[in-house]
């Protein structure tokens, strides 16, 4: 059963860049959440996306901007980077209506931003 | 209000002791705490969690202590061994649609053999 997989793992771009990262979710989950976790940090919340839909988002600029595709797997978008955005990028899937949300994390794609 | 704080930052335990990660928030409303654990290069994993409609859960050498008075719970590591060496973190989150976690800052937790 595959897990969260997220890519590229690595990646480096420079200041005002732009940068696409990838997540398709565990089998079976329909839910996708992205988390930004800088170094010695716990995970922030970035977004949700439901149904193709941006459900709920948290405290990130418009900068960031994502996607939901109608099998689920869903794509992060950071748009004129900045050196601070550097950080782990986490992707997590779950699976809506089962009165907790369980979250399943990717092992994270991480962004250096020069 | 959407913190959860965490404490110690870092914890060094012997093979064989207790370890034990506390948390606080201030958020009422937040009525689901999972903990999970990170190993270096991975994604956190989920490890146990608990609603505040009970008191502790325990699942194998690991056991949340919750008290909804205080908003605390606290992780307990019994018979901590190295392979549970890793970074744990607490979280909340609130019922209903569109759940996101609020995640503490995390406790860097190693096991010396």
């Known amino acids: 059963d595959a897990g969260v997989t997220q890519s590229p793992t690595h990646l480096i771009k420079t200041r005002g860049q732009q940068v696409t990262l990838r997540c398709s979710p565990k089998?079976?989950?329909?839910?996708v959440s992205w988390y930004q976790q800088a170094l010695g940090q716990g995970p922030q919340f970035i977004f949700q996306?439901?149904?193709?839909?941006?459900?709920q988002r948290g405290n990130f600029p418009d900068r960031f901007s994502g996607h939901q595709f109608p099998n689920y797997s869903s794509e992060l978008n950071v748009n004129a980077l900045l050196l601070g955005d550097s950080a782990l990028y986490l992707c997590?899937?779950?699976?809506?209506?089962?009165?907790?949300?369980?979250?399943?994390f990717g092992a994270g794609s991480r962004l250096t931003v020069l | 209000q959407q913190q959860v704080k965490q404490s110690p930052q870092s914890l060094i335990v012997q093979k064989g002791g207790i370890s034990i990660i506390n948390c606080a928030y201030e958020?009422?409303?937040?009525?689901?705490f999972p903990w999970y654990q990170q190993f270096p290069g991975k994604g956190p994993a989920l490890l146990i969690a608990?609603?505040?409609?009970?008191s502790e859960k325990k699942e194998g050498r690991f056991t949340i202590s919750f008290n909804k008075s205080a908003k605390q719970f606290s992780l307990h590591i019994m018979d901590s061994q190295p392979g549970d060496s890793a970074t744990y973190f607490c979280?909340?989150?609130?019922?209903?649609?569109?759940?996101?976690?609020?995640f503490g800052p995390g406790t860097r937790l190693s096991v010396l053999p």
């Open positions: 997590a899937s779950s699976l809506e209506g089962t009165g907790a949300n369980v979250l399943t």
């Open positions: 089998s079976g989950h329909d839910t």
């Open positions: 996306y439901y149904e193709e839909e941006e459900r």
């Open positions: 958020n009422t409303a937040f009525d689901y």
């Open positions: 608990i609603r505040p409609d009970v």
């Open positions: 979280a909340a989150s609130t019922k209903g649609y569109g759940q996101n976690f609020v």
